[in-house]
Each structure stands twice: as structure tokens, then as C-alpha cells.
């Protein structure tokens, strides 16, 4: 079992039950320490409930929801591909109105930059669990139907948990870093160094 920290949600170093000082997974000279250093770790990633809703109010480490499964980091070139991710996806139940989540493991996230030097980003989630005859989690709400055909019909997108945006956010530092380019317009020299490859 490896400590997560309760704040960027990612793998640490711990000291006792407390996370270890360490940085912000990205973007340290904004961020400096990470603000779980030194605070209490939480437990390792578990599974959370199929429905939760806008109460009672509990956590997302509480409900399980975060830390979620490390996802996996692969790279071709200036692609990263980051697999496993869990998202979450939000609909609306009819009978109270209030808001209505689950989760969507095995979603893919790819980064990267175009053979023109532009930056793209795809989201992809994973399947929805399927489910039908839920209970309504809101409290006061007699809704018994929930199932997972009202999350198909959603508008709303499903999205990466915190800690899988925060592993997104340091493979852009890290790809960025290895073109060294920090702008979003390239310079033709720039370009020139991205169809060189990696
Ligand atoms: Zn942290
Ligand atoms: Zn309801």
C-alpha cells in the first residue's frame, strides 16, 4: 500500500503518518510545497459508491472517490497518453433536481503537439458501470430509479478526478520542459525541433 498525499492525491515519501515535505507535482515556482506536506496521508485508492449526490456532504476521499488508481503514463514522440484515469460524470436526478454522480474507471487522457507545433488535448472516460433501480442518494428525495441510461443522456462531460489532473498537469510541464518551449506560439526553430522528434 502506498501513502497517498490529501492534497495533490499523487505517491509519497511518508514520515510516520504524515506526508513527507515535498513540492507540487507541477508548476513549482508558482506553487512551492505541495500543501499535503506534512499533513496526515489517506489511504490508498479505493472504490467508490456507485451514486453520490450533492449531500450529505462527505468528502471525496470519504465517499472513495479520490485517490484514485494511478494511471499509467506512456509516450510516442510528442504524444503522452495517460490510461486507467477515472473520471467522474454528473447528471441530474429528475424526481429532486439536485445533482448526481458516479464514476467511470479505465478513461484516457492524450496530450501533446501537433507535427505545427499546436498543443491539443483529447478526454476520453471510460464505460459507464451499469446500473438501473438506484436509490436517490439527496437526501429527502423518494427517487428509487436512478440508473446509469441518465448518465448516457447527460450533457454534462465526464472529468479526470483531481489527482489524475494533477499527473496531467505534470506530463505538460514535463513535455514542455523537453521542447523547451513555454509559449503558446512556436518560432519556426521551435517547430523545426518538434518534427526532429523527442
Ligand atoms: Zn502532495
Ligand atoms: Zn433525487
Request: with cysteine; proline share 8%; net charge positive.
Amino acid at each position: 500500500m502506498t501513502a497517498r498525499c490529501s492534497s495533490c492525491f499523487l505517491p509519497v515519501d511518508t514520515d510516520g503518518d504524515q506526508a513527507a515535505a515535498h513540492d507540487f507535482p507541477y508548476a513549482v515556482e508558482a506553487y512551492g510545497n505541495c500543501p499535503g506536506s506534512g499533513k496526515a496521508t489517506v489511504a490508498e485508492h479505493a472504490t467508490p459508491p456507485l451514486v453520490w449526490g450533492v449531500e450529505p456532504g462527505r468528502s471525496l476521499v470519504e465517499l472513495g472517490v479520490l485517490p484514485s488508481p494511478l494511471p499509467g503514463v506512456t509516450q510516442e514522440k510528442w504524444t503522452v497518453s495517460i490510461t486507467g484515469a477515472r473520471f467522474t460524470h454528473t447528471a441530474w436526478c429528475m424526481w429532486c433536481r439536485r445533482a448526481v454522480s458516479t464514476f467511470r474507471e479505465g478513461g484516457t487522457i492524450r496530450i501533446g503537439f501537433d507535427r505545427r507545433g499546436r498543443s491539443f488535448e483529447t478526454y476520453q472516460a471510460g464505460p459507464l458501470p451499469e446500473f438501473a433501480d438506484v436509490p436517490c442518494p439527496n437526501t429527502g428525495c423518494g427517487n428509487t430509479r436512478l440508473s446509469s441510461r441518465m448518465w448516457s443522456r447527460s450533457d454534462s462531460r465526464a472529468l479526470p478526478v483531481a489527482d489524475v489532473q494533477n499527473v496531467q498537469g505534470r506530463e505538460w510541464e514535463q513535455l514542455r520542459r523537453r521542447l523547451r518551449v513555454w509559449t503558446v506560439d512556436m518560432t519556426p526553430a521551435d517547430v523545426a525541433r518538434l518534427a526532429a522528434g523527442a
